[in-house]
């Protein structure tokens, strides 16, 4: 599932080229996403200029003089700026046509979303209550620290609550954690301040070089000219069961959290 590394590389990828450009066409293929694609989107997108390309947490943010289309890349979605038009693949379902150049989307299972907004974004129901951007200067470990107090539930779900950090996914929780040293089984409103301080600073960390790295690439998740990212060759944890950790040599351990895989290394983590 494409995380906020992959989310942010994407928005860098297609930006400078989306950048005051005109939207001439639209072309829905198969619109039974996650949420039915607004049937009239065509008609809705045709004339208008790409004022801004953002992201907020895992959703990229396509800014017009109208309203916004937010664009959710769910589990397997991703988006490739063309500029030689080629013949659509089966997952390919949306083109949002620039001239001579397409945004495509393609999105095997279909659990991703393009939606139309009118109004201020941050509004918008699926917006409106997430918590700070990890990379933002009001993420800190203060934040971390507030949230936990009257949490008994283990810290790594907690990392993962957006509405208490956007876009920490399971990949970068567990890779986080390691660096920070704290078992990801800890109950949350037992670790301390400074240990709040110290994982912020490795979420941050983590997340820079996934980016840096191109990002994850598990299955199938290309950049926006369709490379993949690098950045799973330099998990510690992360899928690696069994395996000796990289720091102690100790195994790292697996576990399930909330229906989600956790590594983790019993001996650097204290576990």
Not at 189 to 210: D, G, M, T
Request: charged share 20%; glycine share 8%.
């Amino acid at each position: 599932m494409p995380e906020l590394p992959e989310v942010e590389i994407t928005c860098r990828g297609i930006a400078p080229y989306l950048q005051d450009a005109v939207v001439t066409g639209v072309v829905v293929r198969e619109g039974r996403l996650r949420w039915p694609v607004l049937a009239s989107l065509s008609t809705t997108l045709a004339g208008l200029t790409i004022r801004k390309v953002a992201r907020r947490a895992k959703y990229l943010l396509f800014s017009t003089d109208a309203g916004t289309l937010m664009i959710h890349l769910g589990m397997s979605g991703s988006l490739r700026f063309l500029q030689v038009e080629l013949e659509p693949e089966k997952h390919d379902h949306i083109d949002i046509v620039f001239g001579s150049n397409i945004l495509r989307y393609r999105d095997p299972r279909r659990f991703g979303a393009v939606l139309w907004h009118v109004g201020p974004v941050e509004f918008h129901p699926l917006l409106a209550s997430l918590g700070p951007e990890p990379l933002s200067d009001e993420f800190g470990g203060e934040v971390l620290y507030q949230a936990s107090r009257k949490r008994a539930s283990a810290v790594k779900l907690m990392l993962m609550d957006n509405h208490v950090v956007v876009g920490v996914g399971n990949i970068y929780a567990n890779e986080a954690l390691f660096h920070a040293g704290i078992c990801p089984t800890r109950a949350a409103n037992q670790i301390q301040r400074h240990e709040y301080e110290l994982l912020a600073v490795k979420v941050r960390q983590v997340l820079l070089s996934a980016i840096e790295a191109g990002g994850s690439t598990l299955r199938d998740f290309v950049d926006s000219r369709g490379k993949p990212g690098y950045f799973q060759q330099s998990y510690k944890v992360y899928g690696r069961q069994d395996q000796p950790c990289r720091e102690c040599g100790t195994p790292i351990r697996h576990l399930r959290q909330g229906q989600r895989s956790t590594f983790y290394c019993p001996l650097c983590q204290s576990c």
